[in-house]
């Protein structure tokens, strides 16, 4: 349930009606917008007598509120998230481009990516040091070496940096070391991990489980709200489906339903959505046109050699042939590319 108030409310009177309501049962999360505040209330509803609350003279509206997630939810705070990460923001009206291998390899491998892609328009590097393989015997990552090059890319181009939690002892480790931090697919719905993240205040790049609804998707990120970390950005990164030509099949339309439900910046990442280097250019134009902030690229600088994801990586060169046509399409579509 959601109470919106009639503009410039007493705030003494304010907040009478928030001990009001919280004496009945649930908790109430303020929102200001710059004309009205809302209050949002969290907790079991069913009981609490709407009467009473909308017969307030400073309630100007009640809304019901259907879903189950509440932080995440747009009609708890309209206003659209927009998350600064070194000078960088994410979210609406600014579009960001992260790009980088799956995994970092080496120090030479990461670096010279790292310049390559900052050359034609990157905004953050991404490389995988803890890979979650399907088999035991796949590369898994070089771990802590792989987080020291990354930190060193960074060092060398500026790029901030996004890399892949697997486990809720690593979170220390992570807040230290890296920009963003990502917690893949197969950990979406790895409670422990993100109740763990919420008590940070990093920005955490949740991708959707691998067969996660819209729905299940927005409860994990009400996971990581709940613990009072707001800087979250969703990623659209494919679903499983009957459909076997792709590796995932890329759901845009997710982007339109979490803009619609949300306040959270999305991203895509076409890389796994498709699994096949050459949908990456189309399916990113795509997602600039569904509307979505930004793009997680894989890009390698020899895909047929890489440890890991090289069917799905375009080359340094291919990347900035796709950086020309992205950066018209964001123009068209009024938002600025950060970097
Ligand atoms: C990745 O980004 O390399 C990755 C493992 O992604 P996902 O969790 O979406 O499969
Ligand atoms: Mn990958």
Not at 151 to 163: D, W
Request: proline letters at 4%; one cysteine or more; a negative charge.
């Amino acid at each position: 349930m959601v109470v919106v108030l009639k503009p410039n409310t007493p705030i003494e009177k304010r907040n009478a009606l928030i001990a009001e309501i919280e004496s009945m049962g649930v908790t109430v999360q303020v929102t200001e917008g710059t004309e009205t505040s809302i209050l949002g209330l969290i907790g079991d509803t069913t009981h609490i007598n709407q009467f009473r609350i909308s017969s307030n003279e400073i309630v100007a509206n009640i809304l019901r509120v259907q879903e189950p997630f509440k932080k995440a939810n747009k009609m708890f705070k309209p206003e659209d998230t927009i998350i600064e990460v070194n000078g960088r923001k994410i979210g609406e009206g600014y579009f960001s481009v992260i790009t980088g291998p799956c995994s970092v390899e080496s120090e030479e491998q990461i670096e010279s990516i790292a310049e390559e892609v900052k050359k034609n328009g990157a905004t953050f590097l991404r490389g995988g040091a803890y890979k979650p393989r399907t088999s035991p015997y796949a590369f898994q990552g070089l771990g802590l070496e792989g987080l020291e090059y990354l930190k060193h890319a960074r060092e060398k181009t500026g790029l901030p940096i996004v890399s892949e939690i697997m486990s809720p002892d690593m979170v220390e480790r992570f807040v230290e070391d890296v920009d963003i931090i990502q917690v893949g697919a197969r950990n979406m719905q790895n409670f422990v991990l993100l109740k763990e993240l919420g008590k940070t205040r990093k920005p955490i790049l949740l991708k959707r489980g691998l067969s996660a609804t819209i729905e299940e998707w927005l409860m994990s990120a009400e996971y990581i709200l709940n613990e009072g970390n707001e800087q979250i950005i969703l990623c659209e990164r494919g679903i499983r489906t009957f459909e076997t030509y792709t590796r995932n099949t890329l759901d845009l339309s997710s982007v339109l339903a979490v803009k619609k439900l949300s306040h959270l910046p999305v991203i895509v990442d076409p890389s796994h959505g498709t699994g096949k280097a050459w949908m990456v250019e189309a399916m990113s134009k795509a997602a600039v046109v569904a509307g979505a902030d930004g793009v997680i690229i894989e890009v390698h600088n020899n895909p047929a050699r890489a440890l890991c994801d090289g069917q799905q990586s375009i080359t340094p060169s291919q990347f900035s042939q796709l950086m020309d046509k992205l950066k018209k399409l964001i123009e068209i579509e009024g938002k600025k590319l950060e970097g």
